[in-house]
């Protein structure tokens, strides 16, 4: 299906993000991609723009409120009416027992995982309601379902990423404006190395002996949910590898 939407992805320079920005300009979308690395957004949009893709690149962090309500409210009249926003930008940091877990950590992953998410939330959902059309999806987590050993306050953000798809989907029901909640179990992207603070070797072992899933493999069911016919709303989906079975039971060869 061709569309020609406005697709807003957070954290699009990497992993999950990027599959979706390269999924959904494929498809035929115009998108605003988000992120920190101003950079990687630069190379991001020269590779799509040379596909004749239009592409607006917007360089903050979504921990930085202000300056993410400037940037929104102060997009080009062109890029305003915004289709279809993918809250995808996050992490997870260490896997240390809850009481001995860094401070700093934590004020990150809530900051990132559920304030930045509310806050693009916030900016845009209000002028979808306006238009009576659109379409939020959430990136949350098999992590959210229940807590894995270590897993404890990222595990709870994306509970939270749960509990606030759910309360938007109760709250956009009398509109048009479709809620996803996209649940990924192990997908091999910059994940690990952010979460063991660039550890590589620990982060390459997260997926030995398992075939992980690819941020492509969830751009395809992101996509999907947004290309579902008008009155069909994916309101979740746990995507997991064939061989693993939950949060916590992951089968090695
Ligand atoms: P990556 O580390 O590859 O990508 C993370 C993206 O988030 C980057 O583009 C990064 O961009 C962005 N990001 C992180 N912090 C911020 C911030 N403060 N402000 C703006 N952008 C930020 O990991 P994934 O692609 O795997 O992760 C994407 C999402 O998927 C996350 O929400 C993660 O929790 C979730 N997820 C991942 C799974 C996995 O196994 N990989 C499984 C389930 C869910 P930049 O550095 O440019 O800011
Ligand atoms: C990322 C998947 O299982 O490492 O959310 O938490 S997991």
Same mark, same amino acid.
């Given at each position: ?137 959430? #990136?949350?987590? $098999? +992590?959210?379902? !229940? *807590?894995? =050993?270590?897993?404890? %306050?990222?595990? @709870? ?60 493999? #969830?751009?395809? $069911? +992101?996509?999907? !949910? *947004?290309? =579902?016919?008008?009155? %069909?709303?994916? @309101? ?18």
């Amino acid at each position: 299906m061709k569309m020609n939407r406005i697709v807003l992805i957070t954290g699009a320079t990497s992993g999950i993000g990027l599959a979706c920005a390269r999924k959904f300009a494929e498809n035929g979308d115009k998108l605003i991609l988000t992120g920190r690395n101003e950079h990687r957004l630069a190379e991001i949009k020269k590779e799509l723009s040379a596909k004749g893709v239009e592409v607006l690149t917007l360089g903050f962090d979504v921990r930085d409120r202000d300056k993410a309500i400037k940037y929104l409210e102060n997009l080009p009249a062109e890029w305003r009416n915004i289709d279809v926003l993918i809250n995808n930008a996050g992490l997870a940091l260490g896997l240390e027992p809850e009481y001995e877990g860094s401070y700093d950590d934590w004020e990150t992953m809530i900051d990132t995982n559920i304030k930045g998410l509310l806050t693009m939330t916030r900016l845009v959902v209000p002028g979808m309601v306006e238009r009576n059309s659109g379409h939020i999806i959430n #990136i949350g987590s $098999v +992590a959210g379902d !229940a *807590a894995y =050993a270590g897993g404890n %306050v990222y595990c @709870a953000t994306k509970a939270a990423v749960k509990a606030l798809s759910d309360g938007l989907r109760i709250d956009v029901a009398n509109t048009s404006i479709r809620v996803t909640n996209l649940k990924p179990g192990l997908v091999e992207t910059n994940f690990s190395n952010t979460r063991f603070h660039g550890d590589t070797a620990r982060a390459s072992n997260v997926y030995k002996g398992i075939q992980p899933l690819t941020g492509d493999d #969830i751009a395809d $069911v +992101a996509l999907y !949910a *947004a290309n =579902a016919p008008a009155h %069909v709303q994916i @309101a979740e989906v746990l995507i997991l590898a064939t061989h693993q079975a939950s949060g916590s039971v992951i089968v090695r060869k």
